[in-house]
């Protein structure tokens, strides 16, 4: 109960001062589930992606988040607002059973499907671990476009911009169901992955044009 008053409270500070300082608006916001688990999966562009995404809904959702994140002392910092570090470049196991954990438990994440902070306006190659996940679970993936943080903190700048930043979000894509056995067929995640790469570029694409 304490975690989730914490986390309710870090997340409208971090909404409010967003909606001020970036005319933060957001689209969509009734195709996010109101109960159960579901995958946030956001376009990637800049590092103040993690706090605009926070404006999809009050309830608490944990982030996988890259581990260099948290060192320097932020560790408990972060891991207090449910973010569960991953190693990049590797296939973290133990982030993905506190992933999946975590959605059993009817709790939703996010997973930025990109993997890392990417530039431009075309959405290229998406790793398999939402559609992967969500399919092990059994859980929709909520696609997210967000147009206007790439210019408000742009790859490599240590200074935000007051800029506008719109967030438009788009209907759960469920996965396939799972056959008898529980196995999670390769086919299907692809396939998942393909769909869940073009609603993220439609829904950037909207996001782009309404930040102007």
Not at 119 to 140: C, H, I, K, M, Q
Not at 170 to 193: F, K, N, Q
Not at 196 to 207: M, N
Request: net charge positive.
């Amino acid at each position: 109960m304490l975690s989730r008053a914490w986390y309710w409270f870090a997340r409208n500070v971090v909404v409010g001062f967003c909606k001020l300082f970036w005319r933060l608006s957001v689209v969509g916001r009734e195709h996010v589930p109101a109960t159960g688990a579901f995958v946030l999966a956001p376009v990637h562009r800049s590092n103040v992606d993690f706090a605009i995404v926070a404006i999809a809904t009050s309830r608490k959702m944990r982030y996988l988040a890259k581990d260099s994140l948290f060192k320097y002392g932020f560790g408990a910092l972060f891991s207090s607002l449910g973010a569960i570090p991953v190693a990049r470049g590797t296939a973290d196991r133990e982030a993905m059973r506190q992933l999946e954990e975590t959605l059993r438990g009817g709790d939703p994440v996010v997973m930025f499907p990109e993997g890392t902070r990417q530039t431009g306006p075309v959405v290229e190659t998406l790793f398999d671990g939402p559609a992967y996940v969500a399919s092990r679970v059994g859980v929709p993936i909520v696609p997210v476009g967000i147009g206007g943080s790439e210019r408000a903190m742009p790859k490599g700048s240590k200074m935000i911009r007051p800029v506008k930043i719109t967030v438009v979000i788009g209907p759960p894509i469920w996965p396939a169901e799972r056959s008898e056995s529980g196995r999670v067929p390769r086919r299907a995640v692809a396939e998942l992955t393909a769909s869940l790469k073009d609603e993220v570029q439609r829904l950037f694409d909207d996001a782009q044009r309404l930040a102007g």
